[in-house]
C-alpha cells in the first residue's frame, strides 16, 4: 500500500458528502476494490495548475513525474462535473475533480 502520513487530513473527515459521493459511484461502477478505500483516503494536497474548475487533490505524495507505468486512470459518472480517478496498482492516488465549485472552494480552504 501506498505510504499515508497520520497527519494528512482524511477525505471523510473535511469532504465528508464527497467521500459518501465516491464511494457510492464506485460501488455503482463495480470498483468494489477502489470503494472500500475511500474510508482511509488522506488529502495529500491539491493542484496548483490554477484553472478556476479544477478541485483535483492527491491521496498519495505527488510523483516528480509521472506515476509510473502501472497508473491508469478510472472515470466516474457524477451528477455535476468530472470526477477522474488516477490509480496506481489499484490503489486511489489522485482524484481529478473539474467543474464543481462547491468542492473548490472546500479545497481551496483546507490548501490554500
Not at 26 to 49: H, K, S, W
Request: with cysteine; aromatic share 8%.
Amino acid at each position: 500500500m501506498i505510504a499515508n502520513g497520520g497527519s494528512q487530513p482524511l477525505l471523510k473527515d473535511v469532504l465528508s458528502e464527497f467521500a459518501q459521493e465516491l464511494t457510492s459511484l464506485l460501488t455503482e461502477q463495480g470498483e468494489p476494490d477502489l470503494a472500500a478505500q475511500v474510508p482511509d483516503l488522506r488529502l495529500f494536497g491539491r493542484c496548483r495548475c490554477g484553472d478556476d474548475f479544477c478541485a483535483t487533490v492527491y491521496t498519495a505524495p505527488r510523483p516528480k513525474g509521472a506515476w509510473g507505468p502501472e497508473h491508469e486512470n478510472v472515470a466516474l459518472d457524477p451528477v455535476e462535473g468530472f470526477l477522474i480517478l488516477d490509480v496506481v496498482n489499484r490503489e486511489i492516488v489522485s482524484i481529478e475533480v473539474l467543474y464543481r465549485d462547491d468542492l473548490r472552494k472546500e479545497v481551496l480552504a483546507l490548501f490554500p
